[in-house]
């Protein structure tokens, strides 16, 4: 089976994702590819697999990621971490009303200060 990255493009309306987790988690909406797509439900899966399925579980987690703070000048800013490089750099979008230069200190809600390293 060749596989291409374009495979798994697909349209999927911003309604449709789950906001909030289930109240009974077994009631979770569970899309069964097979000959054709149907929408079933996570209580079903034991139905649905057979001898020799492989099943593949998705056990990452999602981390706070949007932090909150102000640059020296006072601005407010909001900071989305895209990616942890090490212990001590991330990449990140930051927002203000004027972009925060390199060597810009922002202080981050709770305390922390960063600096900007560099823009990409």
Avoid: W
């Amino acid at each position: 089976m060749n596989l291409s990255i374009d495979d798994f493009d697909y349209e999927l309306p911003s309604e449709l994702i789950a906001q909030n987790p289930d109240a009974e988690r077994s009631g979770s909406r569970l899309l069964c590819v097979g000959a054709s797509l149907a929408d079933r439900r996570f209580f079903e899966l034991p139905q649905l697999l057979a001898p020799g399925d492989l099943l593949v579980f998705n056990d990452t987690r999602v981390i706070k990621a949007r932090l909150f703070g102000k640059k020296e000048t006072g601005g407010h800013i909001e900071v989305l971490i895209e990616r942890v490089l090490s212990a001590h750099e991330a990449l990140a979008q930051v927002h203000a009303g004027r972009a925060a230069k390199p060597g810009s200190m922002l202080r981050l809600a709770g305390g922390l200060d960063v600096v900007v390293l560099g823009r990409a």
